[in-house]
């Protein structure tokens, strides 16, 4: 699943700087970094009568001498292609694909202070440290273009260093490990991008409540207008829109932090509060952190398609340097401005003024291009291995048969999405926040924190060295695995007793169609529920006075204990 290629990195003592590889040593050895000087061409061809060998760059370099060692079974044609996007185009990709601030605060309200700091620095840590290490890891072997053949070959050389002798067929460990990481990236995007799907309905809902429109309209309409952006073969040919999109993320953290300033909720009635999170509320918590730093499972990808893969560095620079200065803002300004009744959907959370309405429209942009860029990484894969599309064909050259199989293919995948999202609505508590729960436990977790970290071990066992070294590798994997586990237990269970209670409600119950609330103060859990907001912010007047917030939290626990 989901079409990956080789990282660039430079060493880590010096980010900055780049090297070319010359070399690749046997199957499980480190590769030797020769630095080259650019535009150097191999050795010419020496004797009568014989052709000068053309210039090739570094990944035709290491593939060649690879093929030698055994390691080169099933690339495809193109997989020494070097891809045409610029740095700047692949970071803001990957910016605005993981960055999701808005969702900080309802991930913090998830965890709690204590907690929420604890797990929220050590994700910065963590992740950032496995970025570099995954992009060791596939530059060491640049002909393995996907996630999953490098879990594949790392089982392959693992079993050769440590079962020698024993009749093993490699060649099935190295499909299962292929398939293990075609199956957690599948999933994980898959209810990712099925979660912007509902972000785009929601936004619609709360834009245009009084329209005889539901939610379940508004899915489809979602679907309709995805069909358009969906057919952009590739990252680099969605420069323009990533731009956009770039744009509207920094233009909505910045109207964040004017709502907030503007009526600040903690000097509401009654004010924010701030519950002790549950055991479950906890896992919640961390996976939605996982979904948040998530992006691991597409940097393959992305490095595929740079023209100077070996700025990879710069990128991850770029991306965490701009993300997680967002995610510590919003994190901590959101949850002490609505503690507990923070949402995944934060705009719910401010009141029905001009300066939302102008966030719900930016919002929407960003939600929309996401719905693309989290879909294609799994989409090139499948068109790659089930149709034999070569992934950095640009739209000059495609063919008939091409443009009509992604034409059909990427709007059915949508269409899936849209379907599950149509069998979540009107289940009670945030469904966004457990689908991006969801995402975290069952995908990105393993992609972000556990395989980076086991890769590099198999693949480079000399450079884990030292006790501290292993027992911080060791406490990755097994905190992540945990988390997994449990984290999928009550996003599943909470998801599942919520589409069960809406199954079982009386009959001629009206099913939700409008989001339950769509603006400040209109929830019991609100900061400003009793006393209402100023009459200069055209809040919509609080409704059901008999609810409270202690209820709505007692139903939520209920589905997920």
């Not at 193109?78 to 610029?86: K, L, N």
Request: net charge negative; proline share 6%.
């Amino acid at each position: 699943m989901l079409a990956e290629a080789g990282i660039s990195r430079a060493n880590s003592s010096g980010l900055g700087t780049s090297t070319r590889r010359t070399g690749v040593q046997p199957v499980g050895a480190d590769v030797e970094m020769v630095a080259v000087p650019e535009g150097d061409a191999p050795p010419r061809a020496h004797g009568a009568g014989k052709a000068a060998k053309p210039k090739r760059g570094y990944r035709e370099l290491v593939l060649d001498e690879a093929q030698g060692e055994g390691e080169r079974e099933s690339a495809p044609s193109h997989a020494t292609e070097r891809g045409s996007s610029s740095t700047w185009v692949i970071a803001a990709n990957n910016i605005v694909y993981m960055a999701a601030p808005l969702a900080m605060p309802a991930t913090m309200a998830s965890c709690g202070w204590v907690w929420g700091t604890v797990i929220l620095g050590y994700s910065i840590v963590a992740t950032y440290h496995s970025a570099l290490l995954l992009g060791e890891v596939v530059t060491s072997r640049p002909h393995l273009d996907s996630y999953p053949k490098v879990v594949g070959e790392a089982l392959v050389v693992w079993a050769k260093r440590n079962l020698d002798g024993l009749p093993l067929n490699l060649e099935m460990l190295r499909r299962v490990g292929s398939e293990l990481a075609v199956v957690l990236q599948f999933l994980s995007y898959f209810f990712d991008s099925t979660a912007q799907v509902l972000y785009c309905a929601e936004y619609f809902d709360q834009l245009l409540p009084h329209l005889p429109v539901c939610q379940k309209q508004w899915l489809l309409l979602t679907w309709v207008l995805t069909i358009p952006l969906m057919q952009a073969p590739n990252f680099g040919e969605s420069s323009v829109s990533v731009v956009v999109a770039y744009v509207c993320l920094l233009l909505n953290v910045a109207t964040f932090f004017a709502e907030v300033w503007a009526y600040t909720p903690w000097d509401c009635e009654p004010g924010p509060s701030y519950a002790q999170p549950g055991v479950g509320q906890v896992f919640i918590g961390f996976t939605a952190f996982a979904y948040a730093f998530g992006g691991h499972g597409m940097y393959p990808e992305e490095v595929r398609e740079m023209r100077n893969p070996e700025e990879w560095p710069r990128v991850v620079n770029y991306t965490y340097g701009t993300v997680c200065s967002m995610y510590v803002a919003c994190a901590y300004v959101g949850y002490f401005a609505y503690g507990s009744g923070a949402r995944a959907n934060l705009n719910s959370n401010f009141p029905n003024n001009a300066l939302n309405v102008f966030s719900i429209m930016v919002q929407l942009v960003v939600t929309y291009y996401c719905i693309y860029v989290t879909s294609l990484v799994m989409l090139l894969h499948i068109e790659e291995h089930a149709f034999g599309i070569n992934p950095r064909l640009s739209c000059g050259e495609y063919t008939a048969r091409t443009g009509a199989i992604r034409l059909v293919f990427r709007t059915a995948f949508v269409g899936l999405q849209v379907l599950l999202c149509i069998a979540l609505v009107g289940v009670q508590g945030d469904v966004l926040l457990a689908m991006q729960s969801l995402s975290g436990a069952i995908g990105m977790t393993a992609l972000t924190y556990v395989l980076p970290y086991l890769l590099h071990w198999m693949l480079h066992p000399d450079r884990v060295s030292g006790c501290a070294m292993r027992c911080w590798y060791i406490f990755n994997v097994v905190v992540a695995i945990v988390i997994m586990i449990g984290g999928t237990w009550f996003g599943v269970k909470g998801m599942v007793d919520g589409i069960i209670a809406v199954a079982d409600a009386p009959d001629g119950a009206e099913p939700m169609c409008h989001l339950e609330f769509l603006y400040s103060p209109m929830s019991p859990c609100d900061s400003c529920y009793k006393g209402g907001l100023p009459d200069k912010y055209y809040a919509l007047p609080p409704h059901g006075r008999n609810a409270t917030c202690d209820a709505l939290f007692d139903d939520d626990l209920r589905r997920r204990r």
